[in-house]
């Protein structure tokens, strides 16, 4: 499958992103993205269900079968399994934003590690990172994000931009789709890497200019797929997803 299409309600185009999912969860693992919590969803063609995993499986191991559907107000729709402790943060995101078709909330310590320091926020300093030029705000609230009211601040604080901090916790990243979802979540990792190098070798940092972003053109959707057909033959060369999933491409 083409991670530029849409997804449509044909059968066939929902176990597409099922294992598109799957697949990116499990190689989030891979890369140290995931670990034993986190989640990724998609909104659903109806435009106000989304998928995600069940609270308790592996991440390692997600089977596209075991996603469940869910609705905005946090019900299950479809599956029997219990629902992961912080689903109202996907579900005020979808709200909140209609153009976001695919949710990660992870904890990736080296995230985590730029809501801690003084004066020090995260910004572009590799050209990917051109993704989050509007900013990469920090949301305050450190706790689990389990209720409503909660779920709507931390779509307040994200407004408009494509990824926002969480305060001593993790962080969300929103894309397009669910291909999109993973390869920016790579650039996100190189970027804030990247930033921290230059802060640990004790020397001044430069971001990157709007006017050396503006200068940044490569094709998003060919990047994407590009990448995404990279990493997909890798997990798979690697038996991090079965061959069969075929509709992972």
């Given at each position: 499958m083409n991670a530029s299409l849409s997804i449509s309600d044909d059968p066939a185009d929902i176990g597409a992103m099922r294992q598109q999912i799957a697949a990116a969860t499990r190689m989030l693992v891979m890369e140290e993205i995931l670990d034993y919590s986190?989640?990724?969803?998609?909104?659903?063609?109806?435009?106000?269900?989304?998928?995600?995993?069940?609270a308790s499986d592996s991440r390692g191991e997600l089977e596209p079968d075991r996603l469940l559907v869910m609705d905005l107000d946090g019900r299950v729709v479809a599956g029997n399994e219990k629902p992961p402790l912080e689903t109202v943060l996907h579900a005020e995101i979808f709200r909140a934003r209609p153009d976001v078709q695919a949710i990660l909330h992870c904890h990736l310590e080296l995230a985590i590690s730029f809501t801690l320091m003084k004066n020090v926020g995260l910004v572009p300093v590799r050209s990917r990172a051109v993704r989050w030029r509007s900013g990469i705000p920090t949301h305050p609230d450190p706790s689990l994000i389990r209720r409503k009211e909660q779920g709507e601040s931390l779509a307040a604080t994200l407004g408009h931009h494509n990824a926002a901090l969480l305060r001593s916790h993790g962080m969300v990243l929103v894309a397009e789709s669910v291909p999109a979802l993973y390869i920016d979540?790579?650039?996100?990792?190189?970027?804030?890497?990247?930033?921290?190098?230059?802060?640990?070798?004790?020397?001044?940092?430069?971001?990157m200019t709007e006017a050396e972003m503006d200068m940044i053109d490569s094709p998003r959707e060919f990047h994407i797929a590009k990448l995404w057909n990279f990493y997909v033959r890798k997990a798979r060369a690697s038996r991090i997803i079965p061959s069969d999933w075929s509709a992972t491409l």
């Amino acid at each position: 499958m083409n991670a530029s299409l849409s997804i449509s309600d044909d059968p066939a185009d929902i176990g597409a992103m099922r294992q598109q999912i799957a697949a990116a969860t499990r190689m989030l693992v891979m890369e140290e993205i995931l670990d034993y919590s986190g989640h990724v969803s998609a909104r659903m063609p109806d435009g106000d269900t989304f998928m995600v995993q069940n609270a308790s499986d592996s991440r390692g191991e997600l089977e596209p079968d075991r996603l469940l559907v869910m609705d905005l107000d946090g019900r299950v729709v479809a599956g029997n399994e219990k629902p992961p402790l912080e689903t109202v943060l996907h579900a005020e995101i979808f709200r909140a934003r209609p153009d976001v078709q695919a949710i990660l909330h992870c904890h990736l310590e080296l995230a985590i590690s730029f809501t801690l320091m003084k004066n020090v926020g995260l910004v572009p300093v590799r050209s990917r990172a051109v993704r989050w030029r509007s900013g990469i705000p920090t949301h305050p609230d450190p706790s689990l994000i389990r209720r409503k009211e909660q779920g709507e601040s931390l779509a307040a604080t994200l407004g408009h931009h494509n990824a926002a901090l969480l305060r001593s916790h993790g962080m969300v990243l929103v894309a397009e789709s669910v291909p999109a979802l993973y390869i920016d979540a790579l650039h996100f990792k190189a970027n804030a890497r990247a930033q921290m190098s230059v802060l640990q070798a004790g020397q001044t940092l430069v971001p990157m200019t709007e006017a050396e972003m503006d200068m940044i053109d490569s094709p998003r959707e060919f990047h994407i797929a590009k990448l995404w057909n990279f990493y997909v033959r890798k997990a798979r060369a690697s038996r991090i997803i079965p061959s069969d999933w075929s509709a992972t491409l």
